[in-house]
């Protein structure tokens, strides 16, 4: 089955710069890659995903790189803010509808 | 339009007493999910509906797990007897049935599990 590592599992940067998470999959046939924000005490929530046809995809301050070779996705935040401190999971859907997650990464935003 | 919501949004139970989790789903969403998230670790998938059918439940850890889709709209998954090791956070998730959209699902709020 499907393996998702996902790192680092704690980020802390400064407000205003970037943050940075990665996770790799070891399904090549895996075919779609979301990601979900989870806020202290709230649901998971999807912001952003993209589809291995495509190799990056962004949504204002949000952006995804998607590399099929190596198996590996990333998740880029440009000009943090404090309201981006969150639980942070990758998730990679298998040809069976499955989804597996990363273990997720805690961001804190420092004001 | 209502959330995936989820009942009861903690449980406190002793090891081997009965629970029962329900999930209601985004209204017309046919997939329904569930997963458990032990603390500092992922999201682990436990099992799929399609409407009332179970697609795939190779996620669920033993016998003592028991879910249901009767209907085709809630879902209830129930642990008989429960373990130490069964606590942790139960989410659900819902999404469409088609081709794209069936990929995004939607979360539930969660039931927190305790057992001990």
Same mark, same amino acid.
């Given at each position: 089955?499907e393996?998702?590592?996902q790192?680092?599992?704690t980020?802390?940067?400064?407000?205003?710069?970037?943050?940075?998470?990665?996770?790799?999959?070891?399904?090549?046939?895996?075919?779609?890659?979301?990601?979900?924000?989870q806020?202290l005490?709230?649901?998971?929530?999807l912001?952003?995903?993209?589809?291995s046809n495509v190799?990056?995809?962004?949504?204002?301050?949000?952006?995804?790189t998607?590399?099929k070779?190596a198996k590996?996705?990333?998740l880029?935040?440009?000009?943090?803010?404090?309201e981006?401190?969150?639980?942070?999971?990758c998730?990679?859907?298998?040809?069976?509808?499955?989804f597996y997650?990363?273990?997720?990464?805690?961001?804190t935003?420092?004001? | 339009? *209502?959330?995936?919501?989820?009942?009861?949004?903690?449980?406190v139970?002793?090891?081997?007493?009965?629970v029962t989790l329900?999930?209601?789903?985004?209204s017309?969403?046919?997939n329904l999910?569930w997963y458990r998230?032990?603390? =500092?670790?992922?999201?682990?998938f436990l099992l799929h509906?399609?409407k009332?059918?179970?697609?795939?439940?190779s =996620?669920?850890?033993?016998n003592r797990f028991? *879910?249901?889709?009767?209907?085709?709209?809630?879902s209830?998954?129930?642990v008989?007897?429960?373990e130490?090791?069964d606590? =942790?956070?139960?989410?659900?998730?819902?999404?469409s049935?088609?081709?794209?959209?069936s990929?995004e699902?939607?979360? =539930?709020?969660?039931?927190?599990l305790?057992?001990?």
């Amino acid at each position: 089955g499907e393996n998702v590592e996902q790192h680092p599992s704690t980020l802390s940067v400064q407000e205003g710069d970037s943050a940075v998470i990665k996770c790799t999959y070891s399904d090549s046939a895996s075919n779609y890659f979301p990601w979900y924000k989870q806020e202290l005490g709230k649901r998971p929530q999807l912001i952003i995903d993209i589809r291995s046809n495509v190799g990056e995809k962004k949504d204002q301050r949000i952006a995804v790189t998607l590399n099929k070779t190596a198996k590996h996705f990333s998740l880029h935040i440009t000009e943090t803010q404090p309201e981006d401190s969150a639980v942070y999971f990758c998730a990679a859907k298998s040809t069976g509808n499955q989804f597996y997650f990363g273990t997720g990464t805690s961001l804190t935003v420092i004001p | 339009e *209502a959330g995936v919501t989820q009942f009861p949004s903690h449980s406190v139970i002793e090891k081997g007493q009965t629970v029962t989790l329900r999930c209601d789903p985004i209204s017309g969403h046919d997939n329904l999910y569930w997963y458990r998230r032990v603390m =500092g670790k992922e999201i682990k998938f436990l099992l799929h509906f399609v409407k009332e059918s179970k697609q795939d439940e190779s =996620g669920m850890p033993n016998n003592r797990f028991l *879910a249901e889709r009767t209907g085709g709209t809630y879902s209830t998954l129930k642990v008989q007897p429960a373990e130490l090791e069964d606590s =942790g956070v139960y989410f659900c998730a819902s999404s469409s049935l088609g081709t794209l959209s069936s990929y995004e699902q939607y979360f =539930g709020p969660g039931t927190r599990l305790t057992v001990t």
